[in-house]
């Protein structure tokens, strides 16, 4: 007897799609079996030909609550997740007040969150000037692994490390296994921004910046033996260092973004800083670099990045607005839109989104639709398509570059360990593996 059992002619498995039927005992997949296969429970659900994909994790998120709760909170943002097909997020350490890194810090985190989550929650903690003592508290308390700047945030209580800081960290992350997730671009290769245009802002952040910083963090992970990945890779430039790095076999993995993946500066219309992001999206053959990137598994995973910010940081200037672009509940569809027109399935949505950020951060239990695994689990019609409209999103501001842009696909139902996402928060915090 299960608890529930779903249909579809198109379930989305690790072997690919196929016609199945998924069984749910007590919050994980218990087995998978033929499509019309009779079996006892106490729901029984078909979704026919509409697609049923694991749920999606987003490796790449900032929560920011507490002490910006204003900006985004753990209500606002796992309610956009939930509704974008996304299962579990994993909260990066910077923009709440105060960052988390220390256990101190994450236990307030935890405490503000508490009773908010409608999706699960991991969190990645923080490597800042100072805090090399913290690493392993943080590491032993459940974080998944830690985030840092090679060049300013943007937000000072979260400094940037100087190279021989990150060999310092990853000396010491390389002593119990740790993960240094990095945000690299050069800041000896940034420049002030000299207008207000995007143009300018594009010119002040170059794809040289990126593939320096890469080669810093790559000649790292060589000295050191510790596992790095690369933060939202805009710059096709770095696929070259990258892919020599994992030939040579160094623990060196990297992802890119929703917003770098269907998006290009021709896109941008003036003053429209929904678009401002660090590092900038870029022209349309460097688009077409990352989709052959992605193909060839150089760049493993595609989060969204999502950085809100209330409307009135987006002022229409990019030397000065907040960067940071808002897509958490609609980065399947963005993802979905572009990879079917390239000929992709929703198979490699499935790894790229689901099962290869899992894995980055650890969640075995997490990232596929297989025996064992938690029934986070999402009914998608790939086939619907309307445009966006930011007032209709969930997270806290409506912000969004995807703002009228038609997007192909429409997430139905939501489950979470076997239970539909309703509007009741029972997510869980993911801090043991």
């Avoid at 079996?33 to 078909?46: C, K, M, Q, R, T």
């Avoid at 940034?190 to 790559?218: D, H, I, M, T, W």
């Avoid at 949505?349 to 689990?377: C, F, N, Q, T």
């Amino acid at each position: 007897m299960y608890d529930l059992v779903i249909r579809s002619r198109r379930t989305v498995t690790p072997g690919g799609e196929r016609p199945a039927a998924v069984a749910v005992r007590d919050g994980r997949i218990a087995s998978l079996h033929e499509h019309a296969a009779p079996l006892e429970s106490a729901e029984d659900v078909d979704l026919r030909d509409l697609v049923l994909l694991p749920g999606l994790v987003d490796s790449h998120v900032h929560v920011n609550e507490p002490g910006r709760t204003h900006w985004e909170g753990f209500a606002t943002a796992t309610r956009a997740a939930a509704a974008g097909g996304v299962t579990t997020i994993v909260d990066m350490p910077l923009n709440a007040l105060p960052p988390t890194v220390s256990v101190a810090a994450l236990e307030e985190k935890l405490r503000a969150a508490a009773g908010q989550c409608h999706v699960d929650v991991a969190f990645w903690g923080g490597a800042v000037p100072g805090n090399l003592a913290d690493l392993r508290p943080l590491h032993d308390r459940g974080v998944r692994g830690f985030k840092c700047f090679m060049s300013p945030s943007g937000v000072d209580e979260f400094p940037q490390l100087t190279p021989g800081e990150i060999r310092e960290a990853m000396a010491a992350l390389a002593g119990f296994g740790g993960l240094l997730v990095v945000h690299a671009e050069d800041p000896a290769l940034l420049a002030e921004c000299a207008g207000p245009g995007y143009a300018a802002f594009l010119e002040s952040r170059p794809a040289a910046a990126e593939r320096s910083a890469v080669e810093q963090v790559v000649r790292l992970a060589r000295e050191t033996g510790a596992r790095a990945h690369v933060l939202h890779v805009s710059s096709a430039d770095c696929l070259g260092v990258l892919e020599a790095a994992q030939a040579d076999g160094l623990p060196v993995t990297a992802e890119t973004c929703p917003h770098y993946l269907t998006l290009t500066d021709g896109d941008v219309p003036d003053g429209d800083t929904a678009y401002k992001c660090c590092p900038p999206i870029r022209s349309a053959a460097n688009r077409d670099r990352l989709w052959d990137g992605l193909a060839r598994g150089v760049l493993s995973c595609v989060v969204t990045d999502h950085s809100p910010s209330t409307a009135d940081l987006k002022v229409p200037d990019f030397a000065a607005a907040w960067g940071g672009v808002s897509s958490l509940q609609l980065g399947l569809r963005a993802v979905w839109t572009e990879a079917s027109r390239r000929g992709h399935g929703l198979a490699d949505v499935a790894r790229w989104m689901s099962a290869a950020p899992a894995r980055l951060a650890g969640l075995r239990r997490k990232g596929s639709i297989e025996p064992g695994k938690d029934a986070d689990l999402v009914a998608f019609d790939p086939d619907a398509a309307e445009p966006v409209e930011a007032r209709r999103l969930h997270h806290k501001n409506p912000v969004t570059p995807y703002q009228g842009r038609r997007l192909k696909g429409a997430v139905l139902t939501t489950w979470l360990r076997g239970r539909p996402v309703d509007g009741v928060p029972y997510g869980t915090f993911l801090l043991e593996a």
